[in-house]
T-cell receptor
């Protein structure tokens, strides 16, 4: 049981490049989410999904796209990388999310992807 | 807007001393509250959660937190700090019960001096 797996762990990009951060979970969780962590800012929600085929925006969605074609996978795409997107990105999953009942279920976090954009 | 405030971005205690990390929330409806811990270069792990059952919540590693509605607080405590407690701690809230996403505070970095 691997939990939440994020790849890659580190990445350096040039401004304007695109890339996809991968996230997979093996716990059959319906709710998945992406956060970015910046010093002194805590974690801010980028996008989330309450199930396959359903995604929604969080607090800071601009410049990012997501899709959820399967329960297990929730990739995050940077369309045209900018230096302001230099951050540590965390994927998380839980049994259920907002409005789904039992939304007090704790989220399980991956180990993060450290992304630098030059 | 719903929010959570952690007082003190850095807290330093001596080994064996009391740990007190402060968290206040704003919510018109009793929220769900969580404390997470992040060790260096790792993701977040759940320490404990409050979901409207007992107001004193016990978590892992000897930590506990007390929900005080009158003070809109959910402070994290541990009677005796260990060196291994050095980490960053995040308070988080799901405002208004079950309808919102998790909102994190900005974090408090705990240092433990020998």
């Amino acid at each position: 049981n691997a939990g939440v797996t994020q790849t890659p762990k580190f990445q350096v990009l040039k401004t304007g490049q695109s890339m996809t951060l991968q996230c997979a979970q093996d716990m059959n969780h319906e709710y998945m989410s992406w956060y970015r962590q910046d010093p002194g800012m805590g974690l801010r929600l980028i996008h989330y999904s309450v199930g396959a085929g359903i995604t929604d925006q969080g607090e800071v969605p601009n410049g990012y796209n997501v899709s959820r074609s399967t329960t297990e996978d929730f990739p995050l795409r940077l369309l045209s990388a900018a230096p302001s997107q230099t951050s540590v990105y965390f994927c998380a999953s839980s049994y259920s999310g907002p409005g789904q009942g039992n939304s007090n279920q704790p989220q399980h976090f991956g180990d993060g992807t450290r992304l630098s954009i030059l | 807007a719903q929010s959570v405030t952690q007082l003190g971005s850095h807290v330093s205690v001596s080994e064996g001393a009391l740990v007190l990390l402060r968290c206040n929330y704003s919510s018109s409806v009793p929220p769900y509250l969580f404390w997470y811990v992040q060790y260096p270069n790792q993701g977040l792990q759940l320490l404990l959660k409050y979901t409207s059952a007992a107001t004193l919540v016990k978590g892992i590693n000897g930590f506990e937190a007390e929900f005080k509605k009158s003070e809109t607080s959910f402070h994290l405590t541990k009677p005796s700090a260990h060196m291994s407690d050095a980490a960053e701690y995040f308070c988080a809230v799901i405002p208004g019960g079950s309808q919102g996403n998790l909102i994190f505070g900005k974090g408090t970095k705990l240092s433990v001096k020998p």
